[in-house]
């Protein structure tokens, strides 16, 4: 496809690399925050190719890792009710909820089904009106959207039998409590520029400012992580802290802001828990007074529910950029992507699924040195 | 790809390197057949500029400039890691 074997290009991912080489005068630790940028820097070595000392962490950018126990639990007990069709992307269903999931719900009988677009799901609650159909609307700014439409789509087409269980996360708050964690090793951000093709850029300038880190919106092929991390470095070594793109072919300064407006009159921000890293206020969507109809949460009743943690997944402390997957003594024995602990293993976009599938065969020791 | 109204909401075919799916393009209202898009959850969701694509690149090969001088760091950095270059790359190396 035009521009994604341009932006792999080893000649030019070699340039970048030894530019970042000539740029770097001592250690710094710098963060990814999207679950994707995780995946090519595992996946191609980028983070071996970087001078000693420097060091990517990974972020919590992995919409089904971040997704709240409380949340699957919630979705599970909605999805084992009869005349329930719980309609979700794959990743989900084999995440672990207090001891089952969603595949364990399907197999008793449950109508679970995966679609590739929330629209799929609104279609079979057209197709099916004496069924409850339910969507597990989660992720982050560039997820919500879709979902907004959807929820707008329903209300607009008069569509009773559908709901959304909502648990939209922004990432903005996340910056911040990342920086203001009392582990915090974090000097910059590489800005995850999906989120930023749907919110533009003008929510980071005052972050940037305020805990005074590099943020630096980024694309996802190989070459657009090694620029990404050259203008980091070049920033930190010179001690700036200002905002920059390098992901212009796809993120404008304001956005997309038919998406925004969108996002504005179908949500409205509240508190969300974060799997593994706990309350952040102001972090999340939930849906605005007007659509609360379509809020699943209300319709099915399960808003007070118990939930039980893994007493051994550490993935909390993966999603925090406290330890590397590998550092966890679940890894690859207890826990592996056909029997998951942890969300951050089950999902395509988890730090643990990028080390389990690209890294496994290496020693620790090997993957510690350089990570 | 070809754009269409279903339900009132702007809908077109795109085509992902040969595999056709139908993505709802009410968020690009002014998206036109031939442009290329982020697609995601099956929906378009901000077009791909093709000169800026082309800027970047343009300056990622001028840095070659330096190359020169500052010599396979490429190689050397694989080596301390005790690994072998990604794929695909060490025939460009040599």
Known sequence: MKYLAEFSDPVLAKK???????????????????????????????????????????????????????????ALEIASQ?????????????????????????????????????????????ENPDREVVFFGIGFETTAPPNAMTVYQARKQDIANFSLLVSHVRVPPAISAIMESPNCRVQAFLAAGHVCSVMGVSEYPPLAAKYQVPIVVTG????????????????????????????????????????????????ETTDRAWRGIGMIPRSGWRLSERYRAYDAEYRFQVRDIDTEESKVCRSGEVLQGHIKPHECEAFGTLCTPRNPLGATMVSSEGACAAYYLYRRLQTPEVVSSVG | MEIREEDGTRMGMVDFGGVLKDVCLAYLPDLEVGEYTIVHVGFALQRLDEESARQSLALYRQLGALEEEFGDHWGLAAQQAGERRPPGTEETMT
């Open chain 1, 220 to 267: 996802f092929e190989p070459l657009d992580i090694l620029a990404g991390i050259l203008r980091t470095v070049t920033q930190l070594e010179r001690g700036e802290h200002v905002v920059e793109n390098a992901y212009r072919r796809a993120v404008t300064d304001e956005g997309n802001t038919a998406a925004q407006a969108m996002l504005s009159d179908v949500f």
């Open chain 1, 16 to 74: 970048l690399v030894d530019q970042i080489h000539a740029t770097v005068t001592k250690p710094w630790a710098m963060m990814e925050v999207c679950g994707g940028q995780t995946h090519t820097i595992v996946r191609h070595g980028i983070d071996q190719l970087l001078p000693d000392g420097v060091e990517m962490i990974h972020g919590p950018g992995c919409p089904v890792c971040v997704t709240p126990l409380e949340i699957i639990d919630k």
């Open chain 1, 82 to 126: 009869p005349g329930v069709v719980f309609c979700s992307f794959g990743d989900m269903l084999r995440v672990p909820g207090s001891g089952r999931d969603l595949f364990r719900i399907k197999s008793e009988g449950g109508d679970v089904r995966v679609v590739y677009s929330p629209l799929d799901a609104l279609r079979i609650a057209k």
